[in-house]
């Protein structure tokens, strides 16, 4: 019975090597090693990072916010509350808020859809449901623009109070 265990075992992984092709020598072995010049050190494509050699573009939008973090204070128990940030476009291109999304599916994000020109004001407005929610609270909505960085980050925070007891 070990016998058959043991033969069954062989063939399937001699089975899984089936499609290789035989490797010749230590050439072969080493051949995956040479192919990435630098392994211990891969470069990694981040559109967000401007890279050492590469000049940010003067021309970019800039979108700068009056507070990038607002406090709600205390929140009342399966209440909506909501709060407009206020940005300005201090670059020299039209800014496009190409998405913004929230660390939490009870935060909602939603903002100005049309280009903002330069020295223009746009807004994004976030609403928090504390509906299921008790205790101290703190949000993050990511918003995507054709900025450098490409990522602006904005904070909510607040206390959702306890529920009273009827």
Excluded: Y
Excluded at 5 to 29: H, M, Q, S, V
Excluded at 119 to 124: D, F, I, N, Q, S
Excluded at 130 to 146: H, P
């Amino acid at each position: 019975m070990k016998h058959q265990i043991f033969l069954a075992a062989a063939l399937l992984l001699g089975a899984c090597n089936r499609d290789k092709a035989p490797e010749a020598g230590t050439a072969g072995i080493n051949a995956a090693a040479t192919v990435e010049t630098d392994a211990a050190n891969p470069t990694v494509d981040n559109p967000n990072v401007v890279s050492d050699n590469e000049t940010p573009n003067p021309n970019a939008p800039v979108m700068k916010f009056a507070e990038a973090e607002f406090d709600f204070g205390d929140i009342q128990p399966d209440s909506k509350v909501h709060h407009t940030f206020t940005f300005t476009n201090t670059g020299k291109s039209p800014l496009l808020i190409e998405d913004a999304t929230a660390s939490c599916g009870c935060t909602t994000p939603s903002w100005t859809k049309e280009p903002v020109a330069p020295g223009a004001e746009g807004k994004m407005e976030v609403q928090f449901d504390s509906r299921g929610k008790q205790g101290i609270i703190s949000k993050q909505v990511a918003i995507r623009a054709n900025t450098q960085p490409s990522i602006t980050t904005l904070l909510i925070k607040g206390n959702v109070l306890t529920p009273k007891a009827n």
